[in-house]
T-cell receptor, first 111, second 113 residues
Framework: DAKTTQPPSMDCAEGRAANLPCNHS???????VYWYRQIHSQGPQYIIH???NNETNEMASLIITEDRKSSTLILPHATLRDTAVYYC????????????FGAGTTVTVRA | NAGVTQTPKFRILKIGQSMTLQCAQD?????MYWYRQDPGMGLKLIYY???????DKGEVPNGYNVSRSTTEDFPLRLELAAPSQTSVYFC????????????FGDGTRLSIL
């Protein structure tokens, strides 16, 4: 699976949008981009995933560049409860797969 | 639905002891996974299973064993506990549809002293 690069940390003001970047320049055509987060050592929580189109759900939006070499997770109105480690993961979209977690981005939402 | 349930939540073992970490899911998922997470690190895959009776090794299988006799349960066994196995262990499951995400349990925090 392609590797991803994320900034180690970022701060965000409560109520503002949080934009989390992820670089995956070696992504293959059939590899999906997945985002998970982990709040204070709880089990990872699925947020969103996409292949090439932008995606939105009740938690976040995922913007994937046209060349698919990078993506951005957007939390539209960050709250203190969004403070967590966010993982961007690329994996093959069918058949058996395993998630490869890097160090992620530690997001701190400040009041 | 309870989702993915892991027991126990916490455990302290002595070196050389053995134990089984339990994982159960009630979503009828075929795929199940065991990960470990060391402090400040990402998750590493220990073992996984694509269905009852089928298991395979992940990145860090040494010192562990698994079995999958039913769709619901995927226990992880430590035979001779070592301090290097002190970690947080997460179980996950997902449906067969390859696009669907994995669902994680709340973890078992294990200390080997």
């Amino acid at each position: 699976d392609a590797k991803t690069t994320q900034p180690p940390s970022m701060d965000c003001a409560e109520g503002r949008a949080a934009n989390l970047p992820c670089n995956h320049s070696t992504i293959s055509g059939n590899e999906y981009v997945y985002w998970y987060r982990q709040i204070h050592s709880q089990g990872p929580q699925y947020i969103i995933h996409g292949l090439k189109n932008n995606e939105t759900n009740e938690m976040a939006s995922l913007i994937i560049t046209e060349d698919r070499k990078s993506s951005t997770l957007i939390l539209p109105h960050a709250t203190l409860r969004d403070t967590a480690v966010y993982y961007c993961i690329v994996r093959v979209g069918h058949g058996d797969y395993k998630l490869s977690f890097g160090a992620g981005t530690t997001v701190t939402v400040r009041a | 639905n309870a989702g993915v349930t892991q027991t126990p939540k916490f455990r302290i073992l002595k070196i050389g002891q053995s134990m089984t970490l339990q994982c159960a899911q009630d979503m009828n998922h075929n795929y199940m996974y065991w990960y470990r997470q060391d402090p400040g690190m990402g998750l590493k895959l220990i073992y996984y299973s694509v269905g009852a009776g089928i298991t395979d090794k992940g990145e860090v299988p040494n010192g562990y064993n698994v079995s999958r006799s039913t769709t619901e349960d995927f226990p992880l066994r430590l035979e001779l506990a070592a301090p290097s196995q002190t970690s947080v262990y997460f179980c996950a499951s997902r449906p067969t549809d390859g696009n669907q995400p994995q669902h994680f349990g709340d973890g078992t925090r294990l200390s080997i002293l």
